[in-house]
């Protein structure tokens, strides 16, 4: 089928079961490959619901300037987005985040308001000087901010996720979902997809940013994850359990995943999947873990990731 728009290349992601990784003895477990959208990142799914959201209501005019603060992904996205769309874009990150990221987004023809970070290193106050920035252009510009981490029409993007996931697993004993938390965003859409066939949602953080499950933030180097806050979407916690995951095991665990499984990915990637592994030796074979590889490695090939 010859598509009328690139936007329609968003989604329909493959499900692929890991086969040498995962002990013996323990649930099964299948990852989305998300790195398949035309960023190479599930953020796709959520920068289209945003946009086109704001377009029903009314909110966003044709030509009005777009912008937000990210880590890169939803930059990425948006910049893709608003490309095919027509709108100016400005992104506030930060050079805390991969240098392929900040590339895309220009590439794409997006404005970039680079804020110096820690030494590299992603910290809540890095986070409050990223808003700042929004909000000087929000008022010199009148641009219309996305507003990530509050914005419900996100979710409607990760919904169509979790449909595919059922699609795709029918016949399936599903257990548990998990995911690492940024905005939240994924795992309250999809969750909200799949709760009535599935036993348990998890989700995930680094450990050395445990908000979720110590209520304290702090400095990591998980891209897209743990701003040392709780997500508004999370407030009410609308999953069952979250778990603290060694980063360090997750940036080891990358290479095996790539050079064992074939699935080439970044580190939040990763740390799904080693928290899917944790929760998976803890059921039996005849279950299903299910996690989300959120973007592809290419993503992180400036870095020390791959190293």
Known sequence: MILTSALQA??????VRLQRIV????????????????????????????????????????????????????GSSLAFICAVKGYPLSVVSSDAFSPEKLRTMQAFGADLVVVPSDQGRITPDLFVRMRHEVDQIVASENAFWTDQFNNPDALDGYAI????????????ALHTFCGAVGTGGMLVGVGRTIRPHIDRIVALEPAS???LTKGFGGS??????ATGAIPPLLVDKPYDEARAIEETEA????KALSQQEGVFSGTSAALNVLGAIQLASELSPNQTVVTVAADTGLKYLAGDLYL
Do not use: C, W
């Open 23 to 74: 002990p013996d003895g323990s649930a099964q477990v299948l990852v989305k490959l998300e790195g398949g959208n035309p960023t190479g990142s599930y953020k796709d799914r959520m920068a289209l619901a945003m946009i086109e959201g704001a377009e029903r209501r009314g909110d966003l005019q044709p030509g009005q300037r777009v912008v937000e603060f990210t880590g890169g992904s939803t």
């Open 251 to 254: 940036r080891d665990l990358v």
């Open 209 to 211: 940013s445990p908000a």
């Open 10 to 15: 968003i989604g329909n992601t493959p499900v």
């Open 220 to 225: 990591h180097r998980v891209e897209g994850t």
């Open 161 to 172: 996720l979790g449909r595919e996931l059922l699609d795709q697993t029918a016949g399936t």
